[in-house]
């Protein structure tokens, strides 16, 4: 699960094929890519994973399919969102906040036929930037309220933007799951933390974090 050039190309095709079999998910995904290209390549690579995720959990292909389309299209509120402000490297001041915070109701809104026919979820649309602890948005839902698809697009979309070459923090496999793994059971689910380092273990020849001893890190980065 190394993010490379092809893999952004794979997924490119299947954007591309989309165009005849679901012209308005191709249609939504091209004014993205217009409107901020970042935020497109995220949305694929935050999709790819989401996918993998899905198909080791267990998902039927209905279910695959709906989760892979949700990943697709969570940001797509950030249509109403200004450039400046998606671009933007230092701290919001608390307006543009307020707005890359409610960009999930944004997406809802825009995504609401899709929601309705039961062709993306809607619930992990909204809830794709909660934390486990309650501290994430726009609602600052706990644990027992985010459902398990939120939890995957969330830990997907974190390791996404931890790992992509194009973004800011550029991490290897290994020091973003260690990031993860910090994190684990207040930001991100553990159980879909620890199964997203096994995946990368099995596809990627720079491994992640190794075996028990993940567990043993993350608590002493907590303590930290």
Known sequence: MKQTAATIEYMERDVKAMERAEPQTAFLLKRLKRHHAPTYRKSLLTAYYSLQLAKALGFTREEQTVLFRTALLQDIGKL??????????????????????????????????????????????????????????????????????ARILRIAGSYTELTDAQGAARLGPREAMEELYCWSDVLYDADLVELMNHLIRQTTTEDAVKGDGAHELAARNRKS
């Not at 036929?113 to 039961?118: Q, Y």
């Open 80 to 149: 109403h969102i200004s450039r400046d402000i998606l671009d933007s490297r230092n701290r919001l001041y608390q307006g543009a906040v307020w707005q890359m915070q409610t960009h999930p109701k944004y997406s809802a809104d825009i995504l609401q036929t899709f929601i309705a026919s039961g062709e993306v979820d809607g619930e992990a649309v909204l809830q794709h930037h909660e934390n486990l602890d309650g501290t994430g948005y726009p609602s600052a839902l706990n644990w027992k309220s985010i459902t398990l698809n």
